[in-house]
């Protein structure tokens, strides 16, 4: 009677291990993702949270659960992303020591050695203008016949004055002599004007 009691666990064990092992009647075993870098986590972070600034908490709280070992780096990211604004720091402080308090030493490092990054603008493309060197001569004379005119622009329809500057140029000497008066002369047939009525 004893050896019946015991045949019928081993046979209950054998159904077990059969149905176990059997695939079509066992559940699937559900796969571990794969391990996400903390280099990834941390820019899914920090583009999130750029990209939604009030989800700051939430966000941040996902990647300590998906990735604790990385709490430092987590934190340096948040921080990075919010400009290191005291009042959103010390949310990101709080929230990681609430959810990985293991990871205290690794937090509180991060916040006191924490930089803002330097932000390397690009070199700026310098154009080099160069001039032409022309020869110091005289501005070109008009030769004989030629006239020299004032350009006029063609999409206008007056033309702008041009203040024009004039030099006094010294006279040639000129002779002067003096004339006598003549003889005076006597109008005496000159008809008189009748007086108007």
Same mark, same amino acid.
């Given at each position: ?57 939430? =966000?941040? &709280?996902?990647? +300590? ?6 709490a430092? *780096?987590?934190?340096? #990211?948040?921080?990075? !992303? ?55 001569a ?11 005119? =004032?350009? &006029?622009?063609? +999409? ?7 203040? *024009?500057v004039?030099? #006094?140029?010294?006279? !040639? ?13 006597k ?11």
């Amino acid at each position: 009677m004893q050896s019946l009691p015991l045949m019928r666990l081993i046979s209950i064990v054998c159904c077990l291990l059969v149905l176990a092992v059997s695939p079509g009647l066992s559940q699937p075993v559900k796969s571990t993702p794969a391990a996400v870098s903390c280099e990834t986590l941390c820019g899914e972070l920090f583009t999130s949270i750029r990209m939604e600034p009030d989800k700051l908490i939430m =966000r941040l &709280e996902e990647a +300590l659960v998906i990735h604790e070992a990385c709490a430092g *780096e987590i934190v340096t #990211a948040a921080m990075d !992303a919010v400009n290191a604004e005291p009042g959103r720091v010390r949310k990101i402080v709080e929230t990681a020591m609430d959810l990985a308090p293991a990871r205290a030493a690794v937090i509180t490092a991060a916040v006191k050695n924490y930089t803002s990054p330097v932000v390397v603008a690009a070199a700026e493309e310098h154009e080099e203008v160069r001039r032409a060197v022309l020869p110091a001569a005289e501005p070109p004379r008009p030769m004989d016949g030629e006239q020299v005119r =004032r350009a &006029e622009l063609p +999409l206008q329809t007056r033309s702008i004055p041009i203040v *024009e500057v004039r030099r #006094a140029e010294p006279a !040639a000497a000129m002779e002067f002599s003096e004339q006598q008066p003549g003889p005076s002369v006597k109008l005496t047939d000159v008809p008189k004007a009748a007086p108007l009525k």
